[in-house]
């Protein structure tokens, strides 16, 4: 039995030496292994300097807002009874393009538009006569002070140069305001011509340029709001594009930009950078102060968006 023991208690031994050898092995080989790598020659890459731009890009989305291209259209309700261009026609300012039937709305609205445009017309030459006879009153005020209470050296306080000197006042107040009113009677006439013209029997090039897309034949019967042709005129198209505000301060106007467009997938257009707008929104806030006695606060901020 106690032999048996004995040869136990050996075999154990063999074995744990056996691991500790095989331990000291893999601690050694890993040192080894640690050692080769840190003696391992570094690899270097080189390479030339080279001058060069870096380009910085921003993306932006938005739309065409002018294609060299103006529209005809008309207000008038009718039939065509003559087309006098063709498409490929070079026009003027004014020529007629075709010539209408009106109905009997047409006709209406036509004479009503006709008749405000008069009425704007004969507004400014109203006002324009006017303009003339208060010129005259103003001499007339202004001749009386000086041959009368300036001639006189009257007081400041005299009612008299009082009186005259508020008269001519008042007429040189009255005169100055009347250029006003003829400025005013302009716009009104400039307003009243384009809807005058809309409502025509006689449709008209609003600008000088080539005709293209008439749509228009006699005999065919026309209403509100309808585009008979375009005019292409000579420029350069114009587009307006959103960009975040990251990105804005990165655009300067005269900056190279590229442009494709979904209708023309097969082409890339450049331009440059125009203009640029910052929008801000300006916010009232409104606050209520509670105390003795309630009232109302107001804090302007602004907000840059």
Avoid: C
């Avoid at 000291?24 to 080894?32: D, E, R, T």
């Avoid at 209403?223 to 307006?240: F, L």
């Avoid at 301060?249 to 890339?268: E, M, N, R």
């Amino acid at each position: 039995m106690l032999k048996k023991n004995l040869k136990k208690i050996l075999a154990n031994r063999k074995g744990t030496a056996i691991l500790a050898v095989a331990l000291i092995i893999l601690i050694f080989a890993g040192v080894k292994v640690l050692a080769n790598k840190k003696a391992a020659t570094p690899q270097y890459q080189t390479a030339t300097v080279e001058k060069g731009n870096l380009i910085s890009a921003v993306s932006a989305s938005g739309q065409i807002i002018q294609a060299n291209i103006i529209n005809i259209a008309t207000q008038a309700t009718g039939v065509v009874n003559e087309v006098l261009v063709k498409d490929g026609d070079k026009v003027y300012v004014g020529q007629t393009i075709a010539k209408l039937e009106l109905d009997p709305a047409g006709s209406q609205a036509s004479t009503q538009a006709y008749s405000a445009y008069l009425s704007a017309k004969n507004s400014l030459v109203s006002a324009q006569t006017n303009l003339y006879t208060l010129q005259n009153t103003l001499f007339v005020a202004n001749q009386k002070f000086i041959n009368d209470a300036a001639a006189r050296n009257l007081a400041t306080t005299d009612p008299t140069y009082i009186e005259e000197w508020a008269t001519w006042l008042a007429a040189e107040a009255t005169y100055k305001n009347q250029e006003n009113v003829i400025a005013q009677a302009k716009v009104n006439l400039n307003n009243a011509r384009p809807t005058y013209q809309q409502t025509s029997a006689t449709i008209s090039a609003p600008l000088a340029g080539t005709v293209d897309n008439i749509t228009l034949t006699p005999g065919q019967v026309t209403s509100a709001a309808d585009r008979v042709a375009v005019i292409k005129i000579q420029g350069n198209p114009i587009g307006t594009f959103n960009v975040s505000e990251i990105d804005i301060i990165k655009v300067k106007p005269g900056q190279k930009v590229t442009v494709t467009l979904d209708s023309i997938a097969d082409k890339t257009f450049t331009g440059v950078v125009a203009a640029w707008i910052k929008s801000v929104r300006f916010q009232a806030e409104w606050q209520i102060i509670r105390s003795q006695s309630p009232s109302i606060r107001k804090t302007n901020r602004s907000y840059l968006t």
